[in-house]
């Protein structure tokens, strides 16, 4: 009886566990599809000759090269293209890339390299994973053109009817580029991911400037997430100048408007001074959320090219040097330091200098004729003339510019592409607000003004936001009709071509790319552009049309929904970028506001001083008080607010101690571990 009933205790608890391990297979399997995420895609073009050796075709090499690196791959048949898309769905896949990368992590508050050994020991993700995914995509990168032939002797592979050697030790992904089999490599969407972020971000209007911050940057990366940070942050603050100026609009205070537009004025300067402040904390406290290391912030970029924009280095002449000779150290680096100093300073006077030579005659020639003439039609053919005249020259300017930054002695990716800010801004700069200055300053034409404000807020923006989204739908488009085109031309299409594999339809959507300087920038740059240029215009005439703040507010609210929208659906997923600061855009924006105080006070000087008498009366006396005062404020105010808050110190503060521990006790373990080794070997 015992042992029956032993027997049927040990087949139910066997039938127990075999369920219970079927379960978990099935579980694990059920997690691995739902993880198996494909990040990148390869293409190809679709052969019309199929190899019989498939150890001898092309896209079988590839197929299997990134099989041995450790990829998932799964190819996808186009209708002009072939497509490779790679996955890796375990995380340990990128410790030892990572690892032989160098990468540094962050580790109990200091940035270490990455060991596999302890991996465990390194801050996770706001999601939980290990690495972000620029980290992720570095990686890739890594992988994907980290495939060389190692084998003892060169291999001839085929495509097409093609034949490419493949020498010892060569690149393959390089060498096939190179001869035009594979056209490009490029991160695809996580269709889950987008589409919960089309859910809880795009579509969601009714939470206005609330946006997923943290969800952006796990999918984006730092740079895309603090732009959109600081869109949002930037429309909020708005409100309140919006309701200000919204009320002078509809109120007449009569007489005693000469009283409040200097209020409104001073409100003004004092909000964006507040906000510039704000904005750095803002900043600072989110680096302190995410797990970004001190030199992804600084040297952030990552071109597809499976090599890191490194920063940058001595040359090899100050290397010998210090080898050779420690005297001349400090004298060899100083040379190449003030050299570097003097290319960037004699480049941005060439840009200024051409700017006041070549455009700013052209603006005040358009702003002139444009005032005298009478005829609407003569005016419609003008601006017409001065808009095409004026792309050209901006384009001009954007492709001389990025010679010139070639040449300079930048010290990483992102130093080169904040000089591009710089020098490409002063163009914009000058055709967007010269005319406005010429009907405020030399005319004094404040209804003139006030039309071109609204002119520029109203249609300007508004045009921008339609070709912004429209544009590279229309792009997208075109290029399926080319597809479906030349599909037709070969005559092997004879029923309608539909595009239904989605990583085809990825490829063929237009990149997050800049206007200008696509090589240093991507669509930030004119994303950023255009939220500079309407600050300035908001806050630069803000006592001639105090409703501006009202235009801008409504216009930035459609901009976050309508911007990731293009994100989301519109455009490839963007190359991710660890840089996460505003750059050179902050230092703008710190511009437009002393340039603000300067023409805020020009303009009630000259409300005040109708018949232009210039004398110094009570009046004018206190605008021009109140400008030095505002100046003042502007440069003091960083002394009042710190950049960073109270918390994020002390948080620094607690991890810099606990680093600190860890490293003694490591020393002290090393040491007396050496100590007693010794004394083991001397008693030997």
């Known amino acids: ?402 010679k010139l930054i070639m040449k300079e002695n930048n010290e990483n990716t992102e130093k080169r592409a904040d000089s591009l800010v710089y020098k490409v801004f002063g163009l914009y700069f000058m055709q967007t607000y010269i005319g406005i200055f010429y009907h405020a300053l030399l005319h004094r034409n404040f209804s003139t003004l006030r039309q071109v404000l609204i002119q520029r807020l109203l249609l300007s923006e508004v045009l921008e936001n339609l070709l912004e989204n429209s544009l590279p739908y229309l792009k997208y488009t075109y290029k399926k009709y080319r597809v479906r085109h030349k599909k037709r031309a070969t005559g092997e299409a004879r029923e309608k071509i539909q595009f239904t594999s989605r990583v085809e339809k990825e490829y063929l959507k237009p990149p997050y790319s800049a206007s200008i300087g696509e090589d240093l920038e991507d669509g930030l740059f004119d994303d950023f552009l255009e939220l500079a240029l309407q600050f300035g215009m908001i806050l630069m005439f803000a006592c001639a049309f105090p409703p501006a703040f009202v235009f801008a507010a409504v216009n930035n609210i459609m901009e976050i929904r309508t911007d990731a929208l293009k994100l989301l659906a519109i455009l490839r997923r963007p190359v991710p970028r660890a840089a996460a600061t505003v750059g050179a855009w902050l230092n703008i924006f710190q511009f437009l506001i002393l340039m603000s105080i300067c023409t805020n006070c020009a303009l009630l000087a000259w409300l005040y001083d109708e018949k232009g008498k210039w004398k110094i009366e009570p009046g004018l006396a206190a605008i021009l008080i109140m400008e030095h005062v505002l100046l003042l404020i502007k440069f003091g105010f960083s002394r009042f607010v710190p950049e960073e808050p109270a918390w994020v110190r002390a948080t620094r503060a607690k991890r810099n101690t606990q680093a600190q521990d860890m490293c003694s006790k490591k020393l002290l373990r090393t040491i007396s571990g050496v100590d007693k080794n010794f004394g083991e070997k001397k008693l030997n």
């Open 1 to 402: 009886m015992v042992n029956e009933g032993g027997k049927g205790w040990f087949g139910f608890v066997w039938i127990w566990l075999s369920t219970l391990i079927g379960s978990v297979r099935l579980k694990m399997n059920e997690d691995e599809n739902e993880e198996r995420v494909f990040e990148m895609g390869v293409v190809i073009p679709r052969r019309v000759i199929r190899e019989k050796d498939e150890s001898c075709d092309c896209a079988h090499v590839l197929v299997k090269e990134f099989e041995k690196v450790g990829f998932e791959v799964e190819r996808v048949i186009g209708i002009a293209d072939e497509f490779i898309k790679l996955a890796a769905h375990l995380e340990n896949i990128w410790e030892r890339p990572a690892a032989n990368c160098k990468a540094k992590k962050k580790r109990i508050g200091m940035d270490l390299l990455f060991e596999v050994e302890e991996v465990e020991a390194f801050v996770k993700q706001p999601d939980g994973s290990i690495f972000s995914w620029c980290e992720r995509f570095q990686c890739y990168c890594h992988l994907i053109y980290g495939i060389v032939n190692n084998s003892k002797s060169a291999k001839v592979l085929k495509f097409d009817g093609k034949e490419v050697n493949w020498e010892i030790g060569e690149n393959l992904i390089l060498k096939l580029e190179s001869e035009n089999i594979v056209k490009q490599v490029f991160p695809l969407h996580d269709e889950k991911k987008r589409k919960k972020l089309l859910r809880s971000w795009a579509l969601h209007w009714w939470h206005f400037t609330n946006q997923p911050i943290d969800e952006i940057y796990t999918y984006y990366g730092a740079k895309i997430a603090i732009y959109f940070a600081f869109l949002g942050m930037y429309t909020r603050w708005l409100l309140f100048p919006a309701a200000f100026g919204l009320t002078l609009q509809l109120i007449d205070f009569g007489s005693l408007k000469l009283v409040v537009l200097p209020v409104f004025f001073v409100m003004v300067i004092l909000w964006a001074i507040m906000f510039s402040q704000f904005w750095k904390r803002k900043n600072s406290a989110l680096l302190a959320r995410w797990p970004i290391s001190s030199v992804d912030i600084t040297d952030g970029g990552y071109k597809i090219t499976g090599r890191k924009e490194s920063s940058w280095q001595p040359p090899m002449e100050l290397m010998k040097v210090l080898e050779s000779d420690r005297i001349k150290e400090k004298e060899a680096f100083q040379k190449s330091e003030w050299l570097g100093r003097f290319m960037r300073f004699r480049n941005d006077a060439f840009i200024i200098f051409s700017i006041i030579c070549l455009q700013l005659p052209f603006e005040l020639a358009y702003a002139h004729l444009y005032e005298i003439l009478d005829s609407d039609i003569i005016k419609f053919v003008l601006t017409a003339v001065y808009l095409f005249a004026i792309q050209c020259i901006t384009k001009m300017g954007g492709k001389v510019s990025v």
